[in-house]
């Protein structure tokens, strides 16, 4: 997959929400495995499997004032945090507005539960 059309997509965040960008895609990029990322629909999202049936797993989303962070299936993942919100169909998500908005051993564990889902 295009992982440089990811990093081109947070080089070009302003200021904290490119430091947020920074401080989650390590998270990311070390519970998928190195192919999975790509520019889908305009952001950047993780994916497992083979072309053409490739499993959306998460993504990024850049806002005005903040970065969504979601999970196709979050509402499967246990959460004792709180901090997903539930959305559409089976999503759940996380605004990130800070840079310390990042947990990186919380956001570790919800892609691993999420990849596990997955292998199921």
Same mark, same amino acid.
């Given at each position: 997959m295009n992982?440089?059309? @990811?990093?081109?997509y &947070?080089?070009?965040?302003?200021?904290?929400?490119?430091? @947020?960008?920074? #401080?989650? #895609? !390590? =998270?990311?990029?070390? /519970?998928? !495995?190195?192919?999975?990322?790509?520019l889908w629909h305009g952001h950047p999202t993780w994916s497992l499997g083979d072309k053409p049936g490739r499993t959306p797993v998460?993504?990024?989303? /850049?806002y005005k004032s903040y970065v969504t962070f979601g999970l196709w299936r979050g509402q499967e993942v246990a959460d004792p945090s709180g901090r &997903? =919100?539930?959305?559409a169909r089976?999503?759940?998500? =996380?605004?990130?507005? #800070?840079?310390?908005?990042v947990d990186p051993a919380l956001f570790s564990e919800w892609l691993h539960l999420a990849v596990a889902l997955e292998a199921k």
């Open positions: 992982s440089s059309g @990811i990093t081109a &947070l080089n070009e965040l302003e200021g904290p929400l490119r430091d @947020i960008g920074e #401080r989650i #895609r !390590p =998270v990311i990029d070390s /519970a998928l !495995p190195d192919d999975s990322g790509a998460c993504l990024l989303k /850049a &997903l =919100v539930s959305g089976r999503m759940a998500s =996380v605004k990130l507005s #800070r840079e310390d908005d």
